[in-house]
């Protein structure tokens, strides 16, 4: 991993980022922290935060942060808000039918994770969720070994979801889609923007600090991680391209100075 200040700043135009041990700081976004997501918007720059967190986060996150939109769930939605009509927007990757569905066979698969590895809770948040199941590891409960965790995405695994290791939860859901996927799918039906295309893939910068980033961290050339994300160094299928000095949200305000520092065209 490279350095923060090799990383070519000039030509960025948007931000995507995740949130938790990304932005925050010990569970809390920091004034450090919100300030540079005001500081990138302010500037032209298009920021999207790329989420694991339910969709009653997202709603929340869309309206009053100083965002363009959000990415939520691991990327089973987009919501941005619409200030010309001043109303929430949400693009869907299921139909409600579907959806609901689902919700039954996650009940099941959920039943049998609490059965299976003692300690682990459901995520205080899960009851805002639409997709996907979320296992606290660490956030609400006392940390679980490395073994426990892995038994939990098995159990996710076995019963044909997908699952993902955040650093707090094991998210798992039904279906093929990740954050990679929706944030390519937003991207080009919110900014007519191609991801697949080299240029416009190197306009923009993805921050992250898990597993679950790893998709976005081997996708985009200008990926960066925060500091803590040598926690799981031994974990990840893909490091970042870039590490920033400092960890978590102080980490994210160096990416912005960075950013900043350099000379940018706004976007809308």
């Not at 996708?219 to 299928?237: E, I, K, M, Q, T």
């Amino acid at each position: 991993m490279k350095h923060l200040d090799q990383l070519p700043g000039a030509q960025v135009t948007t931000v995507l980022t995740d949130i938790d041990d990304t932005i925050t700081t010990d569970g809390r976004i920091t004034a450090q922290a919100y300030s540079a997501l005001e500081a990138l918007y302010n500037a032209g720059i298009r920021v999207i935060p790329v989420t694991g967190r339910p969709a009653g986060w997202c709603d929340l996150i869309a309206r009053m942060w100083p965002v363009n939109g959000i990415i939520g769930e691991n990327g089973a939605l987009y919501m941005w808000h619409d200030h010309a009509s001043g109303k929430l927007r949400t693009r869907h990757l299921f139909d409600e039918a579907t959806r609901t569905a689902n919700t039954a066979k996650l009940t099941r698969v959920c039943a049998s994770i609490l059965q299976e590895v003692p300690g682990c809770a459901v995520a205080s948040d899960q009851f805002c969720r639409q997709y996907d199941l979320a296992i606290d590891f660490c956030e609400d409960v006392p940390a679980l070994s490395d073994k426990e965790v892995d038994r939990i995405v098995q159990i996710m695994e076995e019963a044909g979801m997908t699952a993902k290791i955040s650093s707090i939860h094991v998210n798992g859901w039904f279906g093929n889609y990740d954050k990679l996927s929706m944030a390519k799918l937003m991207m080009e039906e919110r900014y007519n923007v191609l991801l697949d295309d080299d240029i416009e893939r190197s306009r923009c910068v993805y921050a992250g600090d898990s597993p679950n980033d790893a998709p976005m961290f081997a996708y985009f050339p200008l990926s960066v991680g925060v500091a803590n994300v040598l926690n799981f160094v031994d974990r990840l299928p893909a490091a970042p391209k870039f590490i920033t000095e400092l960890p978590f949200g102080a980490g994210f305000a160096q990416l912005a100075q960075h950013l900043l520092s350099e000379t940018h065209n706004p976007r809308p």
